[in-house]
């Protein structure tokens, strides 16, 4: 026994970790998307501490570029920056774990795992307006670990401007895991699309989807951008507020807000621990703490209908100070039977089972989560009444909940689940029908369109809206209904049925003495919105004639054109190949059909027959007597894409042929030595010599082992990757054409010709130096047409 410890004298022991264990936390399994949000949260975090600041709160990301020698990840915000104690206290805490609710990282440990993930050296850039310099700390874990020392050096750098203000991380020798993955081809597509799902609502701004009020879904606006392109919020595809369903005499609306008021509480800022209300305590009941705030806590956002039925793509959204936590969550879904444990799912059951359309954004500030931050403590209190208060305790279905002995249920949830578990098409249940049966696949279409953000006429409801009506009016039209006399096609094609025009009377002879057979009533005429949405219902649109069209004394119009299989009819009945239709203020609706003679079987451009409907339409407000012809000009020009130059029909190449270079990107990388050996070499020397001119720095080894020489392919190379490998890219792949559900040899190869044939034809095109004829123009304007509604994906 030692001198001390018989004297009764206490000893210690240091228990400081070693900077060893910082290198070690980098193996934990974070995927890239997470180490930045992790970064992201601490911006974000201070712009929630900072809400009346005038100017736009951002962030601004940096990810290696295949071309980066000495690849970094970084970030730079423009939050009020921190003081020297203030940096000093955030990056102890980050790496004593001291404190887990510190200003450089809400949750704790996140900040030093991420950056530990990402790389061996991490600097932190800080400065506050007016502050005279920045202060630089860099933290080289493998320095750090050889020197056994937590201690870093702090140098400070001059300012250039006094009122520069914000943070910045850099982090350098990535961990070659990382900088591999984060050069793949579309991967920072796939970062942003993460980041945009799990700061939707920190991104968006007020009012975000039209016909929902801006209380339960207007976000806080930030901004984020990854290497110079904005992060967009994957936005809620739901219906509107004003939709309603009427159930046991009620009205439910498509949006129900959430809004729980809980008892404040203290929070404990060492380990985060909430404290019960129902106790006063002055140290925290978890750590002994002393350092506790009151904190507001509730329970808030919205429950809504999706405008489309999904497999996966439906559920609960659980955030924590803005960020999602959880992500289609759908554990509220199910009761669990307190006398045994079991859970007992409750939707979706009704057909199709497999698919949901219920999902909502709910906020549970005050719920601890895990270190990782992919999910809740599911065995905190907190967690279990927030549960109770969102979905009740009984079961949702009121037979279910009776024979459990449970009153009916009307929490939120309930009320929405009431109104919407069922799919029947029609305004019973809110789901779009054609009249005898649900069209999900369709609405589903809709939505995807919603998402790309691409279509402005799918961020409304109204599509899916007129889809609920039609299948009402035509399943009470006998769910198929006559066209008007001299029409052909089919009896159903869009909003509304129909009822013949101008039948046989069914009145009988006028027999003396006999009892008059009265005639019927007469049936409804088709209106003109009927009509109109008939040819709306049954067509395709045609994005490169929509748009703004300004002509100086003739004013301004907004423009959507469609070709409908519909044939139009004019005023008096008569076929026509094209119909324009001013709609409210200043839109308007242009038609063409497509299959009309003019187009079949004399070679006309519905696209020409288009545009002077347009010009017709804008020569009636004409004050000077100009000549319609040239009205029809003028328009013509408001349309670049309508040109017909070599150099326009080249930049619509140079698209078309991005398109298909993206959609192969995925599925050439996991063969991409197998396809790399099947393109001639000619094809070969033209793709690197591309590469070449493209990026003088490329690593043509790595280009070629990770596949993504694709993108210096021109047209004859992707052909011949086609006809390598037609299963991998035609059934929807990359290209519509049919192949693999044919048995006949000859029939599959006349599929693939079909396929590449256009690609061979823009090739020629693009490598022909010679000066093009009008009418060699106007036949690569037609192929390229053909090309574009080959590749997947076009409408």
Same mark, same amino acid.
């Given at each position: 026994?030692?001198?001390?410890?018989?004297?009764?004298?206490?000893?210690?022991?240091?228990?400081?970790?070693?900077?060893?264990?910082?290198?070690?936390?980098?193996?934990?399994?974070?995927?890239?998307?997470?180490?930045?949000?992790?970064?992201?949260?601490?911006?974000?975090?201070?712009?929630?501490?900072?809400?009346?600041?005038?100017?736009?709160?951002?962030?601004?990301?940096?990810?290696?570029?295949?071309?980066?020698?000495?690849?970094?990840?970084?970030?730079?915000?423009?939050?009020?920056?921190?003081?020297?104690?203030?940096?000093?206290?955030?990056?102890?805490?980050?790496?004593?774990?001291?404190?887990?609710?510190?200003?450089?990282?809400?949750?704790?440990?996140?900040?030093?795992?991420?950056?530990?993930?990402?790389?061996?050296?991490?600097?932190?850039?800080?400065?506050?307006?007016?502050?005279?310099?920045?202060?630089?700390?860099?933290?080289?874990?493998?320095?750090?670990?050889?020197?056994?020392?937590?201690?870093?050096?702090?140098?400070?750098?001059?300012?250039?401007?006094?009122?520069?203000?914000?943070?910045?991380?850099?982090?350098?020798?990535?961990?070659?895991?990382?900088?591999?993955?984060?050069?793949?081809?579309?991967?920072?597509?796939?970062?942003?699309?993460?980041?945009?799902?799990?700061?939707?609502?920190?991104?968006?701004?007020?009012?975000?989807?039209?016909?929902?009020?801006?209380?339960?879904?207007?976000?806080? %606006?930030?901004?984020?951008?990854?290497?110079?392109?904005?992060?967009?919020?994957?936005?809620?595809?739901?219906?509107?507020?004003?939709?309603?369903?009427?159930?046991?005499?009620?009205?439910?609306?498509?949006?129900?807000?959430?809004?729980?008021?809980?008892?404040?509480?203290?929070?404990?800022?060492?380990?985060?621990?909430?404290?019960?209300?129902?106790?006063?305590?002055?140290?925290?009941?978890?750590?002994?703490?002393?350092?506790?705030?009151?904190?507001?806590?509730?329970?808030?956002?919205?429950?809504?209908?999706?405008?489309?039925?999904?497999?996966?793509?439906?559920?609960?959204?659980?955030?924590?100070?803005?960020?999602?936590?959880?992500?289609?969550?759908?554990?509220?879904?199910?009761?669990?039977?307190?006398?045994?444990?079991?859970?007992?799912?409750?939707?979706?059951?009704?057909?199709?089972?497999?698919?949901?359309?219920?999902?909502?954004?709910?906020?549970?500030?005050?719920?601890?989560?895990?270190?990782?931050?992919?999910?809740?403590?599911?065995?905190?209190?907190?967690?279990?009444?927030?549960?109770?208060?969102?979905?009740?305790?009984?079961?949702?279905?009121?037979?279910?909940?009776?024979?459990?002995?449970?009153?009916?249920?009307?929490?939120?949830?309930?009320?929405?689940?009431?109104?919407?578990?069922?799919?029947?098409?029609?305004?019973?249940?809110?789901?779009?029908?054609?009249?005898?049966?649900?069209?999900?696949?369709?609405?589903?279409?809709?939505?995807?369109?919603?998402?790309?953000?691409?279509?402005?006429?799918?961020?409304?409801?109204?599509?899916?809206?007129?889809?609920?009506?039609?299948?009402?009016?035509?399943?009470?039209?006998?769910?198929?209904?006559?066209?008007?006399?001299?029409?052909? %096609?089919?009896?159903?094609?869009?909003?509304?049925?129909?009822?013949?025009?101008?039948?046989?009377?069914?009145?009988?002879?006028?027999?003396?003495?006999?009892?008059?057979?009265?005639?019927?009533?007469?049936?409804?005429?088709?209106?003109?919105?009927?009509?109109?949405?008939?040819?709306?219902?049954?067509?395709?649109?045609?994005?490169?004639?929509?748009?703004?069209?300004?002509?100086?004394?003739?004013?301004?119009?907004?423009?959507?054109?469609?070709?409908?299989?519909?044939?139009?009819?004019?005023?008096?009945?008569?076929?026509?190949?094209?119909?324009?239709?001013?709609?409210? %203020?200043?839109?308007?609706?242009?038609?063409?059909? %497509?299959?009309?003679?003019?187009?079949?079987?004399?070679?006309?451009?519905?696209?020409?027959?288009?545009?002077?409907?347009?010009?017709?339409?804008?020569?009636?407000?004409?004050?000077?007597?100009?000549?319609?012809?040239?009205?029809?000009?003028?328009?013509?020009?408001?349309?670049?894409?309508?040109?017909?130059?070599?150099?326009?029909?080249?930049?619509?190449?140079?698209?078309?042929?991005?398109?298909?270079?993206?959609?192969?990107?995925?599925?050439?990388?996991?063969?991409?030595?197998?396809?790399?050996?099947?393109?001639?070499?000619?094809?070969?020397?033209?793709?690197?010599?591309?590469?070449?001119?493209?990026?003088?720095?490329?690593?043509?080894?790595?280009?070629?082992?990770?596949?993504?020489?694709?993108?210096?392919?021109?047209?004859?190379?992707?052909?011949?990757?086609?006809?390598?490998?037609?299963?991998?890219?035609?059934?929807?792949?990359?290209?519509?054409?049919?192949?693999?559900?044919?048995?006949?040899?000859?029939?599959?190869?006349?599929?693939?010709?079909?396929?590449?044939?256009?690609?061979?034809?823009?090739?020629?095109?693009?490598?022909?130096?010679?000066?093009?004829?009008?009418?060699?123009?106007?036949?690569?304007?037609?192929?390229?047409?053909?090309?574009?509604?080959?590749?997947?994906?076009?409408?």
């Amino acid at each position: 026994m030692s001198t001390n410890a018989a004297a009764g004298l206490s000893e210690e022991i240091d228990l400081t970790p070693s900077p060893q264990l910082l290198e070690a936390l980098g193996d934990i399994p974070y995927k890239p998307w997470q180490c930045l949000a992790e970064l992201i949260d601490n911006s974000f975090d201070d712009f929630l501490t900072d809400p009346d600041r005038s100017e736009a709160q951002e962030v601004w990301i940096t990810l290696p570029k295949p071309s980066d020698d000495d690849p970094i990840v970084g970030l730079l915000d423009n939050g009020r920056g921190m003081s020297l104690e203030t940096l000093q206290s955030a990056l102890k805490a980050g790496y004593s774990g001291k404190r887990r609710y510190g200003s450089l990282g809400l949750f704790g440990m996140g900040f030093n795992i991420a950056t530990a993930r990402l790389g061996h050296h991490t600097e932190v850039r800080t400065t506050r307006a007016g502050d005279p310099d920045w202060l630089v700390v860099e933290i080289d874990l493998r320095r750090l670990a050889r020197n056994d020392s937590f201690k870093t050096p702090l140098r400070r750098e001059p300012k250039q401007d006094i009122a520069e203000h914000g943070t910045e991380v850099i982090v350098r020798r990535l961990r070659t895991e990382i900088a591999e993955d984060l050069k793949k081809a579309n991967r920072h597509a796939s970062v942003r699309a993460d980041l945009g799902r799990v700061y939707s609502y920190l991104l968006r701004g007020e009012n975000p989807v039209p016909g929902v009020p801006d209380g339960p879904m207007a976000g806080r %606006g930030f901004r984020l951008k990854v290497n110079g392109k904005t992060v967009s919020p994957r936005l809620p595809c739901v219906w509107s507020a004003s939709r309603t369903v009427i159930k046991e005499g009620r009205e439910i609306a498509a949006i129900r807000s959430v809004e729980i008021p809980l008892t404040s509480a203290l929070a404990c800022m060492k380990c985060g621990h909430w404290q019960s209300p129902d106790l006063a305590l002055d140290r925290c009941a978890e750590c002994d703490g002393e350092d506790m705030q009151l904190r507001e806590r509730r329970i808030h956002g919205w429950f809504g209908v999706q405008r489309y039925l999904d497999e996966s793509d439906y559920g609960i959204d659980f955030l924590r100070n803005g960020r999602k936590i959880r992500i289609g969550d759908r554990s509220l879904f199910s009761w669990e039977n307190p006398n045994d444990g079991s859970q007992i799912p409750e939707y979706p059951v009704d057909i199709p089972a497999t698919q949901g359309r219920i999902v909502g954004e709910i906020h549970l500030d005050h719920v601890p989560v895990g270190y990782q931050k992919t999910d809740f403590n599911r065995e905190s209190r907190d967690w279990r009444h927030a549960v109770i208060a969102l979905r009740g305790e009984g079961p949702m279905r009121p037979k279910k909940a009776k024979l459990a002995g449970y009153t009916a249920n009307t929490s939120p949830l309930g009320e929405i689940f009431k109104g919407y578990q069922e799919n029947r098409p029609g305004t019973g249940c809110l789901i779009p029908g054609n009249g005898s049966t649900a069209i999900h696949d369709t609405a589903r279409e809709w939505g995807v369109k919603f998402h790309s953000g691409q279509h402005p006429e799918f961020l409304s409801d109204e599509i899916w809206w007129q889809a609920v009506l039609a299948h009402d009016e035509a399943r009470d039209n006998g769910g198929a209904a006559a066209r008007p006399t001299g029409a052909s %096609g089919p009896s159903l094609t869009g909003r509304t049925g129909l009822t013949p025009l101008g039948g046989d009377s069914a009145q009988g002879p006028d027999l003396a003495g006999a009892m008059p057979v009265p005639a019927p009533e007469p049936e409804p005429v088709e209106t003109e919105e009927q009509r109109f949405d008939r040819y709306r219902a049954d067509s395709r649109q045609v994005f490169d004639l929509t748009g703004e069209v300004t002509l100086p004394r003739l004013g301004r119009k907004v423009v959507k054109v469609f070709d409908t299989r519909t044939p139009l009819l004019d005023d008096q009945e008569r076929q026509v190949p094209s119909l324009a239709r001013m709609g409210k %203020g200043v839109n308007l609706e242009v038609f063409v059909h %497509g299959e009309h003679p003019v187009f079949r079987e004399y070679g006309r451009d519905p696209r020409d027959y288009a545009l002077m409907e347009i010009a017709q339409t804008l020569h009636a407000f004409e004050p000077d007597g100009q000549k319609v012809t040239a009205v029809a000009a003028e328009v013509t020009r408001q349309f670049p894409d309508q040109r017909v130059t070599e150099s326009a029909l080249r930049d619509r190449a140079d698209s078309l042929l991005g398109r298909v270079r993206e959609l192969m990107g995925p599925i050439v990388a996991p063969m991409a030595d197998e396809l790399w050996e099947a393109l001639p070499d000619v094809v070969r020397l033209r793709a690197e010599r591309d590469a070449g001119r493209a990026d003088a720095s490329l690593d043509w080894p790595t280009v070629l082992k990770d596949g993504a020489f694709v993108t210096h392919l021109d047209a004859a190379g992707i052909a011949a990757i086609v006809r390598a490998r037609p299963a991998s890219f035609l059934d929807g792949a990359v290209f519509k054409t049919s192949w693999d559900g044919w048995s006949d040899t000859v029939v599959k190869d006349r599929q693939v010709a079909q396929t590449v044939r256009p690609l061979e034809v823009v090739s020629e095109f693009l490598t022909d130096p010679g000066g093009k004829t009008r009418l060699e123009l106007s036949l690569a304007r037609i192929t390229f047409d053909i090309l574009d509604q080959s590749v997947a994906g076009s409408v």
